[in-house]
């Protein structure tokens, strides 16, 4: 048996461009969701976009839909792209037409590319993770309902990409979108009796401000100790140690909102998200606040950004002054310090180790 | 059950909110399957976690790919352990593929399948513990390996690639498929200190992502300046071609007339021309591969992007070099230190020291600001000798 991932993978790409791989030489978008590629002898094929579901989760009922999709209009081949959409490759127009309003029937809206909002992902949250500090899909689900016109009705001034991450562990692509949202735990976590079961030394070496310390009883038995005043409530010694817990979550727990994150190089770079609202409590079903927040970010950088302008380029041009100025947003000192660092963090060439 | 506990009741009112809008929706799509809703449900009434890590399965062959999650009240919802399983390069996967994972989501878990997850690759989440054995078994009958989980290669991913892109300097599948051939031992076993996640971007665009969230990124890219196509460029009219013209970051390019000329030592490669000009300007021929070093979300340190490391002229040498970067990351890193924080802490010129055999040229986007530097004899000698042979005072 082959050892690691199915391959070669020219056994699962469509067999109609199996002769174009590596000629293609043109695309255009034609509408939201449907862009034409054309190779170097002429062939044209066009490619699908569907959205899916926040955190990527189908039942086999659905998905066996999806698959016989798959099988009728695109060769019996699709993809799932990393930021959680479907993506169909068909011979013709025609067929894209038809896949595209049979997909809607699904209830799958087409859409994406060019100024359009083109993603939105998140982690499990609560659904099947153990860190969770907020219920990232239930947020997107919220936002996807608010945002969702932009898909492929209205334009925006550039890609859009949103994301929701339920800790700092960032699972959901927080921190690489435009629009990031990040769960944040806010309490000093617990120690309880049962942490003598974990691995102390392993444990208090994930802290990485150095807040737990092992202490000896006086019965002779080691527990460990966190110094209230270094903790950053990161999680990190929470998911190393069962006998690590957060006591009132429900109370303390809730996420940040970042923005202005991007992988393309073209003009402010490579950058992460910078936090605006360091924190937003909880508040299932509807998280009025932060689809409020975010629908506010958007509705401005649409009307003030020029075409082809990321929210990290709108902002590298007005400055972080006049963002808060034209959304209206309070600005939080907490947050000062880490507006100025760009993109790629100076690493301290040849350090003294 | 006759009498659910209140917050199972709040729940399910929680739950009928969220079900409202029109973006397709998760909470119908779990309504479906057997997925233990009410938990969930519960754990929103609660706004707290109800699932815990813990247990441990013992699977002959599988020492990655399994996700124990345990539930905290039994009397609500069961466990929903997951098993990752490895999606085919650039992410295609056929029809037949999808119908055999449903029947096996059917079969042991229950009835769901999350394609795709942000790490990609295919979750069948709800399997007992007990089933976990068999169903990784009959996955593997079918062709299918699980993985992507522990200290281990994470599923390396890419963008689309040469199967569908023209941009496409490196083909990104066959790549990934090369890179299972020689390093599935170190994908499959967990034997680094943390995880290490390696992402394949076929040009400078970037969208596998592999600038910013890998721990080893890989990006295609060319030498100089990239090709113009003279027929294609007669199809733009006066004010695409001065916008085009207008766009280049570093003004590079020069307008004559009705054409255009690319400086190419002043070329970036940041692509802004080649995506204005509808075919008429593609990457150059003459290629380079990139590879960034240190990206990650998580960690100790908070998310940092990659830093480009090394200038390459074959995907062979990427190949190659991965193999090397992962030695010294096993000798020299702590444990659950991911690449990133073991490069903040030893520095990145230490890094390439240890590496040897790197080609070293200037990749340094930004330089250091503090002046805490481990001068040592031999640098206090030799860099003024080097500075006054640059540029005179002796």
Request: proline share 6%.
């Amino acid at each position: 048996m082959q050892e690691g991932p199915p391959r070669p993978y020219t056994k699962f790409i469509p067999s109609f461009i199996k002769d174009s791989v590596g000629k293609w030489r043109t695309h255009k978008i034609v509408e939201p969701g449907i862009v034409e590629h054309v190779d170097i002898n002429g062939n044209k094929i066009y490619t699908v976009r569907a959205g899916s579901t926040p955190n990527g989760r189908y039942s086999t009922e659905t998905m066996r839909k999806i698959s016989a999709l798959a099988r009728k209009y695109s060769g019996g081949s699709m993809r799932f792209t990393g930021a959680v959409n479907m993506e169909f490759i068909v011979k013709d127009m025609k067929d894209a037409i038809a896949l595209k309003t049979e997909l809607e029937d699904l209830g799958f809206p087409v859409g994406g590319w060019d100024g359009h909002l083109w993603s939105l992902t998140s982690c499990a949250g609560y659904f099947h993770c153990a860190l969770a500090a907020t219920d990232a899909p239930s947020i997107i689900q919220n936002i996807g309902n608010a945002l969702g016109k932009y898909f492929n009705k209205e334009e925006l001034p550039a890609k859009l990409t949103v994301a929701a991450s339920g800790c700092p562990s960032s699972c959901g692509n927080s921190f690489l979108t435009d629009i990031s949202i990040s769960g944040i735990h806010t309490e000093v976590p617990i120690i309880t009796p049962d942490v003598s079961k974990c691995d102390l030394q392993g444990t208090a070496y994930t802290c990485p401000v150095g807040a737990i310390q092992i202490k000896q009883l006086p019965d002779g038995s080691k527990t460990l100790e966190i110094r209230n005043n270094l903790c950053i409530g990161c999680g990190l010694c929470v998911g190393a140690c069962a006998g690590i817990i957060f006591e009132t979550p429900e109370k303390t727990d809730g996420h940040a909102i970042a923005i202005g994150g991007k992988a393309v190089p073209s003009r402010v770079g490579t950058t992460l998200s910078r936090i605006v609202i360091p924190y937003l409590p909880n508040e299932p079903p509807y998280y009025p606040k932060t689809v409020a927040a975010v629908v506010r970010i958007v509705e401005t950088w649409k009307k003030d950004a020029r075409k082809g302008e990321r929210i990290a380029d709108w902002i590298d041009r007005i400055g972080w002054e006049k963002f808060f100025e034209k959304t209206g947003l309070p600005f939080f000192e907490q947050d000062m310090e880490y507006l100025d660092i760009r993109g790629i963090m100076t690493l301290r060439e040849g350090g003294t180790r | 059950m006759s009498n659910p506990p209140e917050e199972v009741v709040k729940g399910r009112k929680i739950l009928d909110d969220l079900k409202k809008g029109d973006w397709p929706n998760f909470v119908k799509e779990a309504q479906k399957t057997r997925y233990p809703v009410d938990l969930y449900g519960a754990s929103l009434a609660l706004k707290r976690d109800l699932f815990t890590t813990g247990g441990y399965v013992s699977v002959p062959g599988a020492p990655t790919g399994i996700l124990m999650r345990v539930t905290s009240r039994p009397d609500i919802g069961e466990n929903a352990n997951i098993v990752r399983v490895l999606i085919p390069s650039g992410n295609f996967v056929t029809s037949e593929m999808l119908d055999k994972l449903c029947d096996l989501a059917d079969k042991y878990g229950v009835g769901m399948v999350h394609a795709i997850s942000t790490g990609e690759d295919i979750e069948i989440p709800g399997i007992p513990k007990e089933k976990i054995r068999d169903f990784i078994a009959e996955l593997r009958q079918n062709g299918y390996e699980c993985g992507s989980t522990g200290d281990a290669f994470r599923a390396t991913t890419t963008c689309v690639g040469s199967a569908l892109c023209e941009y496409s300097n490196l083909n990104t599948e066959e790549f990934r498929d090369k890179f299972y051939d020689m390093y599935n031992d170190f994908a499959k076993y967990p034997t680094f200190p943390h995880k290490v996640k390696v992402k394949v971007s076929g040009c400078p665009i970037d969208c596998g992502r592999a600038t910013q969230k890998a721990d080893i990124g890989i990006v295609g890219s060319w030498k100089g300046a990239p090709e113009v196509d003279e027929k294609l460029l007669k199809n733009l009219n006066n004010e695409e071609i001065d916008g085009i013209v207008n766009s280049c970051p570093t003004g590079a390019i020069k307008r004559n007339g009705s054409s255009i000329s690319i400086k190419g030592e002043d070329c970036t490669q940041c692509m802004i021309c080649v995506r204005k000009s509808k075919g008429a300007i593609m990457p150059g021929k003459e290629k380079q591969f990139l590879i960034y070093v240190g990206g990650k979300l998580r960690g100790k340190k908070g998310p940092l992007t990659g830093k480009l490391f090394a200038r390459l002229n074959s995907p062979e040498e990427a190949l190659d070099i991965i193999n090397r970067i992962v030695e010294v990351y096993i000798e020299q890193a702590a444990r659950k230190e991911r690449i990133g924080d073991m490069l903040l802490r030893v520095g990145m010129k230490s890094f390439m020291d240890m590496m040897k055999e790197v080609p070293r040229s200037m990749n340094s986007k930004d330089l250091r600001t503090n002046v805490f530097y481990a001068v040592n004899e031999k640098d206090r000698e030799e860099i003024p000798r080097k500075v006054s042979k640059a540029v005179g005072g002796d």
